[in-house]
């Protein structure tokens, strides 16, 4: 079995997150991306993510974000 990165990682932890924010704040879509938003930048903080993989989880924080 492979080892993950720690990049794919926070990539999953960040997905977990998003998950139980938008079960939490179902209706209130700020809270959503505020909630998504900062748990990316503790990650990216907490796991020193090169400025390239913070990037990356950047723009997937942006897909995880909900519509409208």
């Given at each position: 079995?492979?080892?993950?990165?720690?990049?794919?990682?926070a990539?999953?932890?960040?997905?977990?997150?998003?998950?139980?924010?938008?079960?939490?704040?179902?209706t209130?879509?700020?809270?959503?991306?505020?909630?998504?938003?900062?748990?990316?930048?503790?990650?990216?903080?907490?796991?020193?993510?090169?400025?390239?993989?913070?990037?990356?989880?950047?723009?997937?924080?942006?897909?995880?974000?909900?519509?409208?």
């Amino acid at each position: 079995m492979k080892n993950q990165t720690e990049y794919q990682q926070a990539k999953s932890t960040l997905k977990n997150a998003a998950d139980y924010a938008k079960s939490k704040y179902q209706t209130d879509k700020p809270a959503i991306r505020m909630e998504i938003n900062d748990t990316a930048d503790w990650l990216c903080k907490e796991l020193r993510l090169s400025e390239y993989h913070r990037g990356l989880l950047s723009n997937y924080a942006c897909k995880l974000h909900p519509k409208g």
